[in-house]
């Protein structure tokens, strides 16, 4: 599937990723041109061969999760199999949405500044505005342990607390082709 999505038109991105800790679980992130095209892509012929032969692999359902970008940018700079993709998931309560949104964009543009960073989206799921996601790709651990640390991040993660409707679920990656 991962082939034929990245030739389809309208691809802009189609990354399979394996998780670093827990190597049976897995993650796609792909980005369309626009509506038409991913929902070209759902009704492609190699999207339902994937679904029927992972049916039988799964332990849950097939979770697909459509967001729209709030900070996107291009790639800084090319990913290799060294790279760390990061996947967070960042909720939080309804009534903090918009300035958990607002906290977010400025958490993006200092991120990718930081060294080693190849790319830093904020994302926000369709059908629940309260949940974003964050998707980093990091050249490295040492750059994304001083990402970690960096003064934005912890500045980020002190204001997101009181506001935050669960954990702040960070999940390792590596990219499989």
Do not use: C
């Amino acid at each position: 599937m991962a082939k034929a999505s990245r030739k389809s038109d309208g691809n802009l991105r189609f990354d399979v990723l394996q998780r670093r800790e827990r190597t049976n679980h897995f993650a796609i992130v792909e980005a369309w041109k626009d509506k038409n095209a991913f929902e070209a892509r759902l009704a492609a012929a190699s999207t339902k061969e994937f679904r029927d032969k992972l049916h039988p692999l799964l332990t849950s359902g097939y979770d697909e999760r459509p967001h729209t970008g709030l900070a996107v940018s291009p790639m800084a700079g090319g990913a290799d199999a060294t790279a760390i993709y990061v996947v967070t998931h960042v909720d939080v309560i309804p009534p903090k949405k918009d300035e958990a949104i607002a906290a977010l964009q400025q958490l993006a543009d200092p991120s990718r500044k930081d060294a080693g960073n190849l790319r830093y989206e904020v994302l926000q799921q369709i059908s629940r505005p309260n949940h974003s996601t964050l998707v980093e790709i990091w050249k490295d651990q040492k750059s994304l342990e001083a990402h970690e640390g960096a003064a934005h991040t912890v500045k980020f993660r002190e204001l997101l607390l009181p506001m935050s409707g669960s954990l702040y679920d960070q999940r390792l990656y590596r990219a499989l082709d």
